[in-house]
């Protein structure tokens, strides 16, 4: 079963720094993996998306990601974080089965330092 | 284009009691799936309905029950609410491509409080 993994449940930066959010992936078949972005009371907005034509993928609001077999990882980074940035991201794996469904990681509250 | 809207946006019920929530996928999208926020956690697959049928079923006892129109929206039920269903219930519309990871939007959520 495919899964994914989050690490460090809270990530605190300074305005103007380098973010990154880890993710590492479980899958016995290429995954589809991708990126999600939750504002305080609000749903899910993604962020970008894995689908194996590009290894470097870039999302909206600056973010991108790099697929990495050898790591089996899809880090999350951007050059240079704003306020606007602090929120809750999760990492997703689409599922093989007849449904595709995303199966999440915990998530990373990101906060921005002025 | 309309994305995808959810009602009611809060809910309060006690235990034993049953809830409906409901989904209006995104226009052009035919493809429904349900997930189950708990707070501090990453969400939780419910089920999936695809062409009016369900597609797929996560780890959710048979209370947990849904359906969808020939519109493409969809209703999700819960029977016999206890405490742990206390949770933000998130919908999710897709249109299902071959051979690609389909992308799924979400909506803005149901927050329920089972008292």
């Known amino acids: 079963a495919q899964s994914v993994t989050q690490l460090g449940s809270h990530v605190s930066v300074s305005e103007g720094a380098l973010v990154l959010l880890r993710c590492n992936y479980s899958s016995s078949v290429p995954p589809y993996l991708f990126w999600y972005v939750q504002y305080p009371n609000q749903g899910l907005q993604l962020l970008l998306k894995y689908t194996s034509a590009a290894t470097l993928v870039k999302g909206i609001n600056g973010f991108e990601a790099e697929f990495k077999k050898s790591e089996t990882s899809f880090h999350l980074t951007k050059p240079s974080a704003h306020m606007s940035d602090a929120a809750e991201y999760f990492c997703?794996?689409?599922?093989?089965?007849?449904?595709?469904?995303?199966?999440f990681g915990s998530g990373t509250q990101l906060t921005v330092l002025p | 284009e309309t994305g995808v809207t959810q009602s009611p946006t809060h809910l309060i019920k006690t235990r034993g009691q049953q809830v409906t929530l409901r989904c209006s996928s995104q226009?052009?999208?035919?493809?429904v799936s349900w997930y189950q926020q708990a707070l501090g956690q990453g969400p939780q697959f419910i089920f999936q309905y695809y062409r009016e049928e369900e597609n797929g079923r996560g780890n959710f006892p048979p209370r947990f029950s849904g359906l969808q129109f020939p519109n493409y929206s969809s209703e999700l039920n819960v029977n016999a609410l206890e405490l742990d269903d206390s949770a933000l219930y998130l919908c999710?519309?897709?249109?299902?491509?071959?051979?690609?990871?389909?992308?799924?939007?979400f909506g803005p959520g149901t927050r329920l409080t089972v008292l």
């Open positions: 997703a794996v689409s599922g093989t089965g007849p449904a595709r469904q995303l199966t």
């Open positions: 226009s052009g999208h035919n493809t």
């Open positions: 999710a519309s897709s249109t299902r491509l071959a051979g690609v990871g389909d992308t799924q939007y």
